[in-house]
């Protein structure tokens, strides 16, 4: 069983990755934030009993489940929206779907720095452009360094199509980031 300050510090050191995890897959600051908090809350509430060695591998499916909740109420919510518009005026939403978060710059040169902003800006834009189950993994396995079967078990998935996902992602991404003048020694390599 995990203690408070257990809980307290392990949340503090998973909140700035779930949350750019987050960002990336619902494109939505606001949004990932409260995601984040919420499978945090569950997190605490539901699963303090649990060791703190679970936690790492619990994190990563609630926060997966709390976003696929998100995106069922999305679906809900522009349903009903789309049928409600045909009978008034539809508002511009200022929301462009392209934002992207700021990356922590690492030390060092600041022509390396810049470099290094730019590319994960790149990265970051043609992340947007997968499907969700390629981001998805690729997120996992190399942001979030999950391995084949952790992933699957976040993903909900066998290991099998991990590897595709993966494979698939990394192959789109290379492709985006050489049209961007950008060579595919930046990405990991395929499995």
């Given at each position: 069983m995990a203690s408070a300050q257990e809980i307290s510090?392990?949340?503090?050191?998973v909140?700035?990755?779930?949350?750019?995890?987050?960002?990336?897959?619902?494109?939505?600051?606001?949004v990932a934030l409260d995601i984040v908090q919420d499978a945090m809350l569950k997190l605490a509430d539901k699963y303090a009993s649990k060791p703190i060695e679970e936690y790492p591998m619990l994190f990563q499916r609630i926060l997966q489940n709390t976003m696929r909740d998100f995106w069922r109420r999305q679906k809900v919510r522009n349903l009903w929206t789309t049928l409600f518009s045909a009978f008034g005026t539809q508002e511009d939403e200022d929301y462009d779907p392209l934002e992207?978060?700021?990356?922590d710059s690492a030390d060092g040169d600041p022509a390396d720095q810049l470099e290094h902003s730019q590319i994960m800006a790149l990265i970051?834009?043609?992340?947007?452009?997968?499907?969700?189950?390629?981001r998805e993994a690729f997120v996992l396995r190399y942001w979030e360094e999950l391995d084949v079967a952790e992933t699957a078990s976040v993903m909900g998935c066998s290991?099998?199509?991990?590897?595709?996902h993966c494979s698939r992602a990394v192959s789109a991404l290379s492709l985006l980031l050489e049209q961007a003048g950008i060579g595919a020694r930046r990405l990991p390599k395929k499995e």
């Open positions: 510090d392990f949340l503090r050191q909140e700035k990755r779930a949350f750019r995890q987050t960002a990336y897959a619902v494109r939505d600051d606001h992207t978060i700021k990356v970051e834009k043609a992340l947007t452009k997968l499907p969700a189950r390629q290991e099998g199509s991990v590897k595709t």
